[in-house]
C-alpha cells in the first residue's frame, strides 16, 4: 500500500491522513509537540466552507457539535455609530453556517477522529529534513529517528521547515501589523444580538465580541503594532502588561470592551501573525514531497478563512492522488486547482488587517466607504461573500 508521511498534527494533518485513508493510502501523522502541548490559540470562527470539506469525507458531524452558529456580523467605530451589518455569506443551500468554536478543541477532536481510524501520529517529532530514496522520502527527525514513506506532506504550519526543504530560497512569511489576544468568558452577560459578532473598529485598537447560548461570551482584539516584535518580547508580557495596555487602547470608545477586559480570566498572553502572499514552489517537482494548509498560503486571521483552506487543501489533494497516474501529476493538478482561489483569500485578509491598523486619517476614510460595502453586502443577503464560503467538493467526483 502507498504510505504519507504527514509532518505536521494540527488541524490539516489529521484530515489529510483520514481523507487519503479513504482513497487507499496508508499515512503516518508526525507532530513535533506534545499530545496535551497548548500550542492551540484562542476561538475561531470556522466558516461553511471548512465544514463542507469535512463532510465530503465523513467528519463534519462530530464538529458541529462543538461551537456556536454564527449568522451576521456588524460593525461599529470607537465612538460605537453603527457602520453596518451583514451576513456571514448567503445561505448555503446545505443550510451550513459559520460556527465559532475553541481551537484547541477542533484540534483534539480532529486527532481522536483521525485515531479512532487507525491511524498513527507521533509526538514528540521534530521534522529536521528529508531526502529522496530509491523508492520514495526518507524523513529525518531531531531526536536521530528516520521514517521513509511514498511522499511527505508538508502540514507544518506557517513557519513550515518542509517548505525550507522544498525551496530552500522560498520567502519568509510576511509580518502582519497587529498582534491578537482573546478569549472566552462564562457567565458573563453582553447586549447583543444572538449570533452575531460584533466587531468594533476601535480609535486605537480593533475589538470584538459576541455573546454565546450558553450565557458567556467569546472576544478578541487586535492591538496595532507596526513592526514585528523581538523574540522575548511579547512572552515577556505578564498578565497584568496585558490588560493594562488594552484598557489604554480601548479608553474612551464605546461599547463593552472595559468590561470584557475586566471579566476575562487570566492569564492574557498574546501572539504574532503571519501571512504568505505566495509560494513559488508548492512540492518539489519529482512527486516525493508537497505543501498544504498554511506552509502553502497562509492567510491573517482577519479573512476567517486559515482552518477552510487548509481543510479544503487536505480533501483535493486526497483527490488529486486518487484521480491522476502519478504522485508528480497528482500535486502539479492539486497546486493548478487551488493556487488562485487561495492566494485570492490571502490578499482579501491582508486588506483586512490593514484597515484594523489604520491611522487617524486613514480612520476617517475607512469610516465612509466601509458602510457603502456593508449595505451592498446585505442587499443581496451576503452573495458578495459565497466566493469564501459558498465552495463546495464534490469527493465522488473525478478530478481533471
Not at 252 to 281: C, F, Q, R, S
Request: net charge negative.
Amino acid at each position: 500500500m502507498t504510505r504519507a508521511l504527514i509532518i505536521g498534527g494540527g488541524i490539516a494533518g489529521p484530515v489529510l491522513a483520514v481523507a487519503l485513508q479513504s482513497v487507499g493510502i496508508d499515512s503516518v501523522i508526525y507532530e513535533r509537540g506534545s499530545v496535551d502541548d497548548d500550542r492551540r490559540g484562542a476561538w475561531i470562527s470556522f466558516q461553511a466552507n471548512g465544514m463542507d470539506a469535512l463532510r465530503a469525507i465523513g467528519l463534519a458531524g462530530p464538529v458541529e457539535g462543538i461551537g456556536y452558529e454564527t449568522d451576521d456580523i456588524s460593525f461599529v467605530n470607537g465612538k460605537g455609530k453603527p457602520l453596518g451589518r451583514m451576513p456571514m455569506a448567503a445561505r448555503r443551500p446545505d443550510g451550513q453556517t459559520s460556527i465559532l468554536m475553541p481551537r484547541a478543541d477542533l484540534y483534539a477532536l480532529l486527532a481522536e477522529q483521525a485515531a479512532d481510524r487507525g491511524i498513527r501520529i507521533e509526538y514528540g517529532k521534530e521534522f529536521v529534513g528529508a531526502e529522496e530514496t530509491a523508492t520514495g522520502v526518507r524523513s529525518r527527525f531531531a531526536d536521530g529517528s528516520t521514517a521513509d514513506g511514498d511522499f511527505l506532506v508538508g502540514a507544518d504550519g506557517i513557519h513550515s521547515r518542509v517548505r525550507q526543504v522544498i525551496d530552500p530560497g522560498a520567502a519568509a512569511p510576511r509580518y502582519v501589523p497587529v498582534l491578537n489576544t482573546g478569549g472566552y468568558i462564562p457567565n458573563f452577560s453582553l447586549d447583543a444580538p444572538d449570533r452575531e459578532f460584533v466587531m468594533q473598529f476601535g480609535t486605537r485598537c480593533f475589538f470584538a465580541w459576541m455573546k454565546t447560548p450558553d450565557g458567556g461570551a467569546v472576544w478578541f482584539a487586535n492591538p496595532p503594532m507596526p513592526k514585528e516584535p523581538a523574540k522575548g518580547v511579547l512572552s515577556g508580557m505578564s498578565d497584568a502588561d496585558w490588560r493594562n495596555w488594552l484598557r489604554e487602547l480601548m479608553a474612551g470608545d464605546a461599547g463593552p470592551a472595559l468590561d470584557i477586559l475586566d471579566a476575562a480570566p487570566g492569564p492574557l498572553t498574546g501572539w504574532t501573525t503571519y501571512d504568505m502572499p505566495v509560494v513559488e514552489n508548492w512540492h518539489d517537482g519529482r512527486g516525493r514531497m508537497v505543501l498544504i494548509g498554511d506552509a502553502a498560503h497562509a492567510t491573517s486571521p482577519s479573512a476567517g478563512q486559515g482552518a477552510a483552506m487548509s481543510l479544503e487543501d487536505a480533501v483535493i489533494l486526497a483527490q488529486c492522488l486518487r484521480d491522476c497516474s502519478s504522485t508528480a501529476r497528482a500535486f502539479e493538478t492539486f497546486v493548478s486547482l487551488r493556487r488562485e482561489r487561495v492566494e485570492k483569500i490571502v490578499a482579501y485578509g491582508h486588506r483586512g488587517s490593514a484597515r484594523k491598523a489604520a491611522g487617524p486619517v486613514a480612520r476617517v476614510i475607512r469610516d465612509a466607504i466601509l458602510p457603502i460595502g456593508f449595505r451592498r453586502a446585505a442587499r443581496d443577503g451576503g452573495e458578495s461573500m459565497m466566493w469564501l464560503q459558498g465552495h463546495h467538493i464534490d469527493f465522488a467526483s473525478k478530478v481533471a
